[in-house]
């Protein structure tokens, strides 16, 4: 009989912290899609803005060569980074 209820006591509490971990998770993937989308959006709107700059200063393939030889940049950076 107190084997039985030890048991469901037992079962109760794995799935409360089951659950509590399935929160964790699909928070940290939430926060980590948000902050993407986030990162994504910034970077479109940093290019353009920089392209225009540019572009005012510069006929628009400099500024196009200018700005893609900065990705280009940043992209071998993040290789280098992630290789590491």
């Known amino acids: 009989m107190i084997s039985a209820l030890m048991r469901a006591a037992a079962t109760v509490s794995a799935a409360r912290s089951l659950r509590a971990a399935t929160d964790k998770a ?28 540019l572009e005012r200063q510069l006929d628009a393939a400099s500024a196009s060569a200018i700005v893609g030889g ?15």
Do not use: D
């Open 70 to 84: 900065v990705w280009g940049i940043v992209g071998v950076a993040g290789f280098i980074k992630m290789r590491r």
């Open 26 to 53: 699909v928070n940290r993937v939430l926060l980590a899609l948000g902050a993407g989308a986030a990162l994504a959006v910034s970077a479109v709107c940093l290019t353009f803005a920089a392209f225009v700059v």
